[in-house]
């Protein structure tokens, strides 16, 4: 038996018993499964949203997607890992979930862990790298060192996303990233992260993109799309591309007609969910991010330790995530 905690009921964190504490049985690898001892675990978006408008079937959910720990067994046709093995990933949105002291998950989605990180602050990197990096060079097309005159426009770029998507942005192509953000403390976040400008997401986007002369060429709205998308159609250079991650009610495209511009979703699970046959994708670019972390040319985008995975603890974090103020990322030692 293993400890785990989970959500008994969907609704809002300040729920009694919104997240609680259980004993289940240790999950066995299937042919391609890594049963990993989590060390360490992070918070983001999709863990909210889950909790609070996802009914769990059977018993409780166990939440978590990102991960950093130690491969204690391994599936008959796993070849790229074996035991004992240090990882990290982001795991699969339809399997039971990385806040247990064990987890199993596919080997084609999971990367060496960085070297130079401890296993919280590894585990704060998987999801958001694997979002952004498919944003760059999936949804855009770009290719590494392409970009030279084109700019970025991220929208909220001190979130765990927007702080890894600037820097990939940054270190691997030649775009110009342009960065959103409000109060001061994000201001100097994205400042750090490696934003070449930063205008405020509070005002009207296309007078602040105005003012610096820039139609960009890609925008990567990240959090509010439904709020800023008349000034995105407004702003957005002709044969732009937009892609988005958040989830908004409605979305009328017809405005980007003239300027023939491009619209993508990305959602990291897909590959996942959908077993796609570049899944493998995802292994390769979590060995790279590592490679990247380890060589100082990226830096962690954690802002915020928890402490030990525990109700308590992880409570504090869903509602850090859900008012808004998180920065980077927010992670937790694992249970074990």
């Not at 609680?20 to 909210?48: A, C, K, M, W, Y």
Request: proline share 5%.
């Amino acid at each position: 038996m293993m400890q785990a905690i989970g959500y008994p009921k969907a609704g809002p964190i300040a729920a009694e018993n919104a997240l609680i504490e259980f004993e289940t049985d240790i999950p066995q690898p299937g042919l391609h499964d890594l049963l990993v001892e989590v060390r360490g675990i992070s918070v983001n978006p999709v863990d909210v949203k889950v909790r609070a408008n996802m009914q769990p079937e059977g018993g409780p959910r166990i939440l978590g997607f990102d991960a950093a720990g130690v491969v204690t067994a391994i599936g008959s046709e796993v070849s790229r890992f074996s035991p004992g093995d240090e990882v990290f990933y982001a795991g699969d949105i339809t399997r039971p979930g990385t806040n247990a002291a064990f987890h199993l998950v596919d080997e084609r989605i999971v990367g060496r862990k960085p070297t130079s990180l401890g296993f919280a602050d590894a585990a704060g990197m998987p999801l958001t790298s694997i979002t952004a990096w498919e944003i760059l060079f999936d949804s855009f097309g770009l290719k590494e060192s392409e970009g030279e005159g084109e700019s970025l426009l991220i929208i909220g770029g001190a979130g765990g996303v927007g702080s890894i998507l600037i820097q990939l942005a940054k270190k691997l192509t030649k775009l110009n990233v342009i960065a959103t953000a409000s109060r001061s403390e994000t201001r100097e976040w994205v400042k750090k992260m490696g934003a070449d400008y930063i205008i405020n997401h509070r005002n009207p986007l296309d007078e602040e993109m105005n003012a610096l002369g820039i139609s960009p060429g890609y925008v990567a709205s990240l959090t509010h799309t439904d709020r800023h998308f008349e000034a995105i159609a407004k702003l957005v250079k002709p044969r732009g591309h937009i892609a988005l991650i958040d989830d908004p009610q409605s979305l009328n495209i017809v405005s980007l007609k003239p300027k023939a511009v491009s619209v993508s979703w990305e959602f990291m699970f897909t590959r996942s969910m959908f077993q796609t046959e570049d899944m493998d994708a995802q292994h390769i670019l979590l060995n790279r991010v590592a490679d990247l972390l380890d060589n100082n040319t990226l830096v962690s985008t954690v802002n915020r330790h928890e402490g030990i995975l525990n109700v308590t603890n992880l409570r504090n974090a869903h509602e850090r995530q859900e008012s808004g103020m998180a920065i980077g990322k927010t992670v937790l030692d694992g249970l074990s």
